[in-house]
């Protein structure tokens, strides 16, 4: 009987996740994008949830897509680049079809 739980629980997990638009490109947290404090993609994308409840949409809401272009970097103003290209119409947000945004980090 574990067994069955335990498949519907990595189901679970893995079907809450698969709604998140949080794309990392390409060298993100390559040393020259991200010098200022390393982040994992689960640090990273937990960091920015839980930093605007708009950030949080931009991750959670299946039309709308936020890119994370760079880590943590620039040490004497410490921030994250991102954009909301590539989000859907129906994606209504702050962050949606912006190309770069800076967030504190």
Known sequence: MSVPLIA??????????AQA????ESGWDSP??????????????AY?????????????????????VKGCHQ??????????AGSGKSCVNLYAGSNSVHIPC
């Open 8 to 17: 519907y629980c990595a189901c679970a997990l893995l079907a809450s996740t």
């Open 75 to 84: 040490p004497n103003d410490r921030h994250f680049t991102v954009k909301g």
């Open 48 to 68: 920015l949830a839980g930093y605007s409840s708009d950030l949080k949409q931009m991750i959670d809401k299946s039309a709308c897509k936020l890119t994370v």
């Open 21 to 24: 638009r949080i794309v990392f």
């Open 32 to 45: 020259a994008n991200s010098n200022a404090q390393a982040y994992t993609q689960a640090g990273a994308s």
